[in-house]
């Protein structure tokens, strides 16, 4: 085959094209009705991801970092109180705790399935833990039946990461299932454009069960504010614009066909590096589907800057989802003493050979043997 134009590690403009007509028209009557803030298609957005998600209360938001924030703002947390989360995630998981004046308290994740180990939260709760942020990274769920559980018994708030697995399903060992982010006190989402459910621009949301901490969490997002003008907390501005849930309600109802279509597309990654030794393909765990955000190889024994810029000259890209553990960040020296660096190997090791190819709703199979066969032939 032929070098293909254009390889992308997503691609946007071909998933636009196929839904073009729906979403051109749902943008130009937004615009008719001039509702650019708080339009009528925030609320049916909302309502519509509530009811996809089996969740009571999803409140839009400005992006998944916002989300975040305004969860742990919700929480009532105190200054100095610990939030755990892992070491080896996206930087806006953590930097909203330590924005709050909140302790991260950093931990080791699985090397198996990236996610954070349960081993390592149980041993870093201390009397002041008041949160643990498990992500499900890369669209896998974390272990959340164990989480939940010692979350429970220590009067810890769970508050889910799931910029990266929107529409993700966990299956609990009775029998069960959830959607990624409704088993927590409060799941945060981004529609960041490349997220499994993304939007034009920036978006996030919440999701909760509790109804209380949904009123709150509306109040703070907007000026703390419940009766116009009375303003009852400290809050912040943060919203998701009226285009954006427009899209996002049309995009809602291929979520499950794309989510569908980057399985299908891992699943023939797996067969074609089945017999290399060299690439260790995605673990599937038992307690969740995939819905591959990322498609994330462990390389063993290979020189990965070598094979990045190799794949480059054949016009492949590939991306280091996350080159440097968050504990080794200049932004985390305050929050990190300084041996700790050995309590983090997995994170450490993974940051040092994993390596994510082209994975996205439009791929097709030609441009994957592509993909594959060159891989293949660098290592
Ligand atoms: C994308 C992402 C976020 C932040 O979302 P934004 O909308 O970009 O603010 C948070 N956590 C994880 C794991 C992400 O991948």
Same mark, same amino acid.
């Given at each position: 085959m032929s070098i293909p134009t254009n390889l992308q590690m997503v691609d946007l403009k071909g998933q636009y094209l196929k839904i073009k007509p729906e979403v051109d028209a749902a943008i130009q009557e937004v615009i008719d009705q001039t509702a650019f803030i708080k339009g009528k298609q925030v609320g049916q957005f909302e309502r519509e991801l509530a009811t996809f998600l089996g969740v009571k209360h999803v409140i839009g938001c400005a992006n998944g970092t916002d989300a975040l924030q305004l969860a742990l703002m919700a929480l009532g947390l105190k200054p100095g109180d610990e939030v755990i989360a892992p070491d080896f995630t996206f930087i806006a998981t953590v930097e909203v705790v330590a924005l709050l004046g909140l302790k991260p308290v950093l931990v080791d994740v699985n090397l198996d399935d990236f996610t954070i180990s349960v081993d390592a939260f149980r041993k870093a709760i201390t009397p002041i833990t008041k949160a643990i942020i498990p992500v499900h990274l890369f669209g896998q769920c974390a272990n959340m039946e164990a989480i939940i559980d010692i979350a429970n018994e220590h009067g810890i708030a769970v508050v889910e990461d799931v910029a990266q697995a929107t529409g993700a +399903?966990?299956? &609990?060992?009775?029998?069960?299932?959830?959607?990624? /982010?409704?088993? *927590?006190?409060?799941?945060? +989402?981004?529609? &960041?454009?490349?997220?499994?459910?993304?939007?034009? /621009?920036?978006? *996030?949301?919440?999701f909760t069960n509790d109804d209380r901490l949904a009123e709150e969490i509306r109040s703070i997002a907007n000026h703390g504010m419940r009766i116009r003008y009375h303003h009852d907390s400290i809050g912040v501005n943060s919203r998701l614009d009226t285009i954006q849930a427009a899209i996002l309600s049309i995009k809602l109802k291929h979520l499950d066909a794309y989510n569908l279509a980057r399985q299908e597309a891992a699943m023939l990654y797996d067969s074609l590096f089945r017999e290399c030794k060299k690439i260790i393909v995605p673990q599937r765990v038992n307690w969740s589907n995939h819905i591959f955000h990322q498609y994330t190889l462990r390389l063993v024994d290979i020189e990965r800057k070598h094979l990045i810029e190799k794949l480059k000259e054949k016009g492949i890209p590939a991306m280091v989802y996350y080159p440097i553990p968050l504990h080794k960040q200049k932004a985390f020296e305050p929050y990190v003493d300084s041996d700790t660096a050995k309590e983090y190997p997995n994170s450490i090791m993974l940051s040092e050979i994993v390596l994510s190819l082209p994975i996205h709703t439009e791929l097709t199979q030609e441009v994957q043997h592509y993909i594959a066969e060159n891989v293949l032939s660098l290592l």
């Amino acid at each position: 085959m032929s070098i293909p134009t254009n390889l992308q590690m997503v691609d946007l403009k071909g998933q636009y094209l196929k839904i073009k007509p729906e979403v051109d028209a749902a943008i130009q009557e937004v615009i008719d009705q001039t509702a650019f803030i708080k339009g009528k298609q925030v609320g049916q957005f909302e309502r519509e991801l509530a009811t996809f998600l089996g969740v009571k209360h999803v409140i839009g938001c400005a992006n998944g970092t916002d989300a975040l924030q305004l969860a742990l703002m919700a929480l009532g947390l105190k200054p100095g109180d610990e939030v755990i989360a892992p070491d080896f995630t996206f930087i806006a998981t953590v930097e909203v705790v330590a924005l709050l004046g909140l302790k991260p308290v950093l931990v080791d994740v699985n090397l198996d399935d990236f996610t954070i180990s349960v081993d390592a939260f149980r041993k870093a709760i201390t009397p002041i833990t008041k949160a643990i942020i498990p992500v499900h990274l890369f669209g896998q769920c974390a272990n959340m039946e164990a989480i939940i559980d010692i979350a429970n018994e220590h009067g810890i708030a769970v508050v889910e990461d799931v910029a990266q697995a929107t529409g993700a +399903t966990y299956y &609990f060992s009775n029998g069960e299932s959830a959607k990624a /982010g409704t088993m *927590g006190t409060i799941g945060c +989402t981004s529609f &960041f454009p490349s997220k499994n459910l993304g939007c034009f /621009g920036d978006g *996030g949301a919440l999701f909760t069960n509790d109804d209380r901490l949904a009123e709150e969490i509306r109040s703070i997002a907007n000026h703390g504010m419940r009766i116009r003008y009375h303003h009852d907390s400290i809050g912040v501005n943060s919203r998701l614009d009226t285009i954006q849930a427009a899209i996002l309600s049309i995009k809602l109802k291929h979520l499950d066909a794309y989510n569908l279509a980057r399985q299908e597309a891992a699943m023939l990654y797996d067969s074609l590096f089945r017999e290399c030794k060299k690439i260790i393909v995605p673990q599937r765990v038992n307690w969740s589907n995939h819905i591959f955000h990322q498609y994330t190889l462990r390389l063993v024994d290979i020189e990965r800057k070598h094979l990045i810029e190799k794949l480059k000259e054949k016009g492949i890209p590939a991306m280091v989802y996350y080159p440097i553990p968050l504990h080794k960040q200049k932004a985390f020296e305050p929050y990190v003493d300084s041996d700790t660096a050995k309590e983090y190997p997995n994170s450490i090791m993974l940051s040092e050979i994993v390596l994510s190819l082209p994975i996205h709703t439009e791929l097709t199979q030609e441009v994957q043997h592509y993909i594959a066969e060159n891989v293949l032939s660098l290592l």
